[in-house]
């Protein structure tokens, strides 16, 4: 049984910074790529970032881009998602994912298994 499981989300200021890791359990975890998603109250659940299998290659969301970073690390079965200069729009509750493939996906239908998410709440 694949476990995910998300930690590091909290209430910052706007402006401030998080990490939110996903720890993987009963897969080996290099055999997936991995995947951050967020869903805001009443919205759909949106793309974040995404990496691959080996962590050569990283895709994010224009929201994001150049405030967020994803990394990996294989040896410790965990993914990262260092959030910088976090607005109030960020706010959501952010889900990891994984699926059984090389690369990382935008749609989240791609994925095989997701963790229970984590709430990152930033003030104005």
């Known amino acids: 049984q694949v476990q995910l499981v998300e930690s590091g989300g909290g209430l910052v200021q706007a402006g401030g910074s998080l990490r939110l890791s996903c720890a993987v359990s009963?897969?080996?975890?290099?055999?997936?790529?991995m995947g951050w998603f967020r869903q805001a109250p009443g919205k759909v659940r949106e793309f974040v970032a995404a990496?691959?299998?080996?962590?050569?290659?990283?895709y994010y969301a224009d929201s994001v881009k150049g405030r967020f970073t994803i990394s990996r690390d294989n040896a410790k079965n965990t993914v990262y998602l260092q959030m910088n200069s976090l607005k109030p729009e960020d706010t959501a509750v952010y889900y990891c994912?994984?699926?059984?493939?090389?690369?990382?996906?935008?749609?989240?239908?791609?994925?095989?298994?997701w963790g229970q998410g984590t709430q990152v709440t930033v003030s104005s």
């Open positions: 009963g897969r080996t975890f290099s055999s997936l790529s």
């Open positions: 990496i691959t299998r080996s962590g050569g290659s990283t």
């Open positions: 994912a994984g699926r059984s493939y090389y690369s990382g996906s935008y749609y989240s239908a791609e994925y095989d298994y």
